[in-house]
């Protein structure tokens, strides 16, 4: 049980364009997910939390006009990286809490690979 | 501001020894803390958590450690494995969200 994916797994994209990556908990509900970065060899930042039917939280540092997050249902979260540079290209992973589980534990999908060229 | 931080970078072993993976954390207010295993190109896994209300947690093959006096916390291989090699990280409890250190990265050797 508590399985996150993501998709897509891998992409490539040119610079100048938008990319989205989904994050979506297949066997529970999810009111709460989180974005998190990750660049080679360095350790997870967090970007943002996502809340369910509202707006997300962002840390700081991170600009929400960039990362765009939407958490439409209780499965499923989006971050679309708009105008992407090269700069943006990291390994890019969502976590998930378990709306009926204890509030401290999140549940990893297996990143996505972003490579803006 | 406060995070999670680890003493080594790398760490090497020789299979069927025991690791010991060590981490220091600054927010003596931190109530609960996690280590991950993170395989190339993959999510981080969890392995064990712990609440600063214990000292010492077992599980399979694995025991972490708590020093809240130092502020310090470790995670204990036994009978290291190749499949144990990758990069560990402990994190925190900060405000309901997850405050990661820099990671270790443990090579077995055969």
């Known amino acids: 049980g508590a399985v996150v994916s993501q998709h897509p797994s891998w992409v490539i994209c040119k610079s100048g364009t938008s990319v989205k990556i989904e994050c979506r908990s297949l066997?529970?509900?999810?009111?709460?997910m989180f974005w998190y970065r990750q660049f080679p060899k360095q350790s997870l930042m967090l970007m943002a939390t996502?809340?369910?039917?509202?707006?997300?939280?962002?840390e700081q540092g991170v600009e929400k006009d960039k990362f765009l997050i939407n958490h439409a249902s209780l499965t499923l979260s989006t971050l679309t990286v708009t105008s992407a540079h090269p700069e943006d290209s990291s390994f890019y992973i969502c976590?998930?809490?378990?709306?009926?589980?204890?509030?401290?534990?999140?549940?990893f999908g297996p990143g996505t690979r972003l490579t803006v060229t | 501001g406060e995070s999670v931080g680890l003493h080594l970078p790398t760490l090497s072993v020789q299979e069927g020894d025991n690791s010991i993976i060590n981490c220091a954390y600054s927010?003596?207010?931190?109530?609960?803390f996690i280590w991950y295993k993170q395989e190339s190109g993959k999510g981080p896994q969890f392995i064990i958590d712990i609440r600063s209300n214990m000292d010492k947690r077992q599980g399979q093959r694995v025991t972490v450690l708590l020093n809240k006096t130092v502020k310090h916390l470790s995670l204990q291989i036994a009978a290291t494995q190749p499949g144990d090699s990758a990069v560990y990280f402990c994190?925190?409890?900060?405000?309901?969200?997850?405050?990661f250190g820099a990671g270790t990265t443990v090579t077995v050797r055969a």
């Open positions: 976590s998930a809490r378990d709306a009926g589980g204890p509030i401290y534990e999140q549940y």
């Open positions: 994190a925190e409890n900060d405000d309901y969200k997850l405050s």
């Open positions: 996502s809340n369910e039917g509202s707006k997300a939280t962002y």
């Open positions: 066997d529970f509900q999810a009111t709460t």
């Open positions: 927010n003596s207010a931190s109530d609960y």
